[in-house]
């Protein structure tokens, strides 16, 4: 084996001379340095530590080591005997550590050639740092002055292209080469550089790039929810900053500055710097560093804002600048390519906020923490979600100036649009059509009048998410497809009524507690229950049904609510259900039950048997429908009947058969030969009501036995 075919590694000697890098310093800096210490010329230096050779050369681009996983970094410490992690540290890649970001190209967050701080080549002996590189290095915090991004003598750009390989390096000196092949050789430590005040936004601004640069990722502002790599960092700041400096005016570029640094000093004397010889500086020297530093000067504020709220405010200025130039900007043709970050996205449709209507406002969660654009492959809520919302979770906004009924609704299809992905149609469609889009706009349009908007919106994309990741056990599509047919049978409600000693009315009746049950069990209105009745009276007999209900018939109703469940296979689900408390945190305690309403004193209005729901609200100084809604939620107690009352509804003889089971009166009457006198006094009943259940049991009847009234079904009540 030849020395030839060694690994270039192993062809490395170790050099004479040992230079320690600077900290911060550029392998081009480093290594020109030491090129210059030893007298060697570049293209010798680059051979003796294994940067030129077979397979280097063309691919070094304009710097020595791009990428910190290079072989060449080994060749290079053997040969210098600088430890190889000091040698990672200068590579391109090492300034902005994320795999994969091109360093170099058009979208490059590294410039082509590097900016310069005079000052600091004047005192280092003419040493380059690394993040000179960074398109976004403008500001020098140690002699708090802006960079220096051209030749003072021949004006041309900075360390674009590689040294003479020819030549012994002179560090700290423009190596552009000018007319006739000659170097420029200006010692750039002399450049003019423009102070900046000691609390000027520039040195914030820097400030604040630097700290990301050199942590790696960045995790507070609008990223305290979800920290970014420097790198995402670097390019929500160009997305903002190339369009503040493109549209911004000179007032815009003020008041935008004016969230960085302290005291008095703005942007003014950059700008005017920028615009005092040609009024469209900006566009003409975009990558300028005068440019870059009013770029991020407008940019770091956004990003550097505690909330998305907050970067909104400051970037409002460039959404409606873009509206003013004639742009129709909607939620959805905002983007800045899909390179700008959730959080910066989301700080742009805070900024849209006041230009939105109140469906995208939900849409895009705009009035929430973290505003965003639909997520595609979540399941649609639609499935754990009534039509109309629970009655506790409407509470806290009962008091709007629309029907009960249709705010409920209308919350519902909200939820749904929180999802992002269906417009108000396809949510109303998606909720089995029980209200239409005018109603819900109108409906939204009254809510977002309402002081309470904000946390409205927030409620509906809190339980949006809660109902995604914690599916409902009801699943609320089946349920509205359920075939009534079979709810509630005549028999089960004739049984009901006997058992609890009421009169179970006419077939319009049974109709309103099926329709009621219906709403109790789907979460739909009841009317749309196949059992209801389009008139005008049945529905004021429907909306009047909460009135007549008690704990007993409630509990009665839901009973057979379960067997119909039960019978439709539906055995795993619950009879009803609501989220937790905590599925949307503060919005429930906002205005619980007994706070809208008191239920103690709703409860004694109701009891006399010709009240009427109407007076009672006035009395009580609420709404009808809210009323309704308490009774049903909790029921008011049976009232205290007459005996003849009792009678009548068939109380008594309940009673009774609860107490006097068939085989115990067969027991006392047959067996013990007891009269029936003398078993109803032992439970408090008359003879004739322990004849009725004789007759009832198919208890055969001794001669003696006195004849009793029949029972007679009522009307309706
Ligand atoms: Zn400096
Ligand atoms: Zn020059």
């Given amino acids: 084996m030849t020395t030839g075919q060694l690994p270039l590694s192993q062809q490395v000697r170790t050099l004479p001379i040992r230079v320690a890098p600077l900290p911060g310093e550029a ?26 050779g077979p397979g280097h050369g063309r691919s070094l681009l304009r710097y020595p080591v791009i990428d910190s996983t290079s072989s060449a970094i080994v060749s290079i410490a053997t040969a210098t005997g600088v430890p190889a992690q000091a040698i990672k540290a200068m590579a391109l890649d090492a300034v902005v550590p994320e795999a994969g970001v091109p360093v170099v190209g058009p979208r490059a967050l590294l410039l082509p050639g590097s900016r310069f701080c005079p000052a600091c080549l004047n005192q280092n002996g003419g040493r380059w740092l690394l993040w000179w590189k960074l398109r976004y290095a403008f500001a020098c915090p140690t002699h708090r002055c802006l960079l220096a991004d051209l030749c003072p003598r021949c004006g041309g750009a900075l360390r674009e292209h590689s040294l003479s390989t020819k030549a012994i390096p002179v560090p700290g000196h423009c190596v552009s080469v000018g007319g006739r092949s000659r170097r420029c050789g200006a010692d750039l430590s002399d450049a003019p550089a423009l102070e900046l005040p000691a609390h000027h936004p520039a040195l914030a601004a820097q400030d604040a790039i630097l700290r990301a640069v050199h942590a790696g990722t960045v995790s507070d502002g609008i990223y305290h929810a979800g920290p970014v790599p420097t790198a995402q960092y670097l390019r929500d700041l160009m997305a903002v900053g190339t369009r503040a400096v493109r549209y911004g005016s000179k007032n815009d570029l003020l008041s935008a500055a004016s969230y960085v640094g302290d005291g008095d000093d703005t942007v003014e004397d950059l700008d005017g710097l920028a615009r005092a010889n040609r009024p469209s500086y900006y566009n003409h020297f975009p990558t300028s560093v005068v440019t870059t530093a009013v770029a991020a000067c407008a940019a770091v504020p956004v990003l550097s804002a505690t909330s998305a709220a907050a970067a909104g405010d400051r970037l409002r200025w460039l959404v409606a600048s873009a509206r003013h130039r004639g742009f129709a900007v ?27 209507g109140q469906v995208d406002q939900i849409r895009y969660r705009c009035l929430t923490d973290h505003p965003r654009r639909p997520i595609q492959d979540e399941p649609v809520v639609s499935r754990s979600l009534p039509a109309m919302l629970w009655f506790h979770w409407m509470l806290p906004v009962c008091d709007t100036s629309v029907g009960f ?21 396809q949510a109303c469609s998606s909720l089995g059509r029980a209200t239409a889009s005018t109603s819900v706009s109108r409906v939204l349009g009254e809510l977002s009048a309402r002081p309470d908007w904000a946390a409205t919106a927030v409620m509906l994309a809190t339980l949006a998410d809660y109902l995604t990741q914690h599916p409902s056990p009801i699943d609320y599509v089946r349920r509205r497809h359920l075939d009534t047919q079979d709810l509630l049978p005549q028999s089960e409600w004739l049984r009901m009524c006997r058992n609890l000693g009421m009169l179970p009315g006419n077939q319009v009746k049974i109709r309103l507690v099926r329709c009621w049950l219906y709403e109790r069990l789907t979460g739909s209105p009841g ?42 296979g539906l055995a ?33 209005l109701v009891l006399p048997r010709d009240s009427y729901l109407g007076t009672i609200a006035t009395h009580l100084g609420t709404s009808i429908e809210l009323i309704r809604e308490a009774l049903n ?84 009540e």
């Fill in 27 to 52: 392998m081009d800096s480093w290594l020109e340095t030491l090129a210059a210490r030893s007298h060697t010329t570049w293209g010798d230096l680059l051979i003796a530590v294994g940067l030129k």
């Fill in 330 to 356: 909607s939620a959805t043709n905002i983007g800045w390519g899909g390179r700008i970050s959730t959080a910066l996205t989301g700080a742009q449709l805070s900024a849209l906020t006041p230009f939105l």
């Fill in 405 to 425: 009924e249709q705010v409920r609704m209308a919350l519902s299809v909200a939820v749904v649009l929180a999802d992002g992905r269906l417009t108000v149609a």
């Fill in 527 to 568: 009317r749309r229950c196949g059992h209801g009745r389009t008139t005008g009276e049945f529905r004021a007999k429907l909306a009047d049904l909460p009135r007549t209900l008690n704990p007993e018939l409630v509990s009665a109703l839901d009973d057979a609510g379960r067997r119909f469940l039960d019978d439709n």
């Fill in 572 to 604: 795993d689900e619950p009879l009803r259900w609501s989220p937790p408390k905590d599925a949307a945190p503060n919005w429930l305690s906002r205005k619980p039950l007994n706070e809208a309403i008191d239920i103690d004193k709703l409860h004694e």
């Fill in 633 to 716: 939620d909790a029921p008011a107690p049976r009232p205290t009947l007459t005996i003849a009352q009792r009678r009548a509804t068939g109380a008594v003889i309940a009673d009774a058969r609860v107490q006097l089971t068939p085989e115990l009166l067969a027991d006392l009457y047959l067996r013990q030969r007891l009269t029936l006198r003398a078993i109803g006094e032992t439970v408090g009943v008359s003879k004739q009501t322990v004849g009725h259940l004789a007759r009832e049991y198919d208890i055969p009847l001794r001669p003696s036995a006195a004849p009793s009234h029949r029972h007679t079904i009522g009307t309706d």
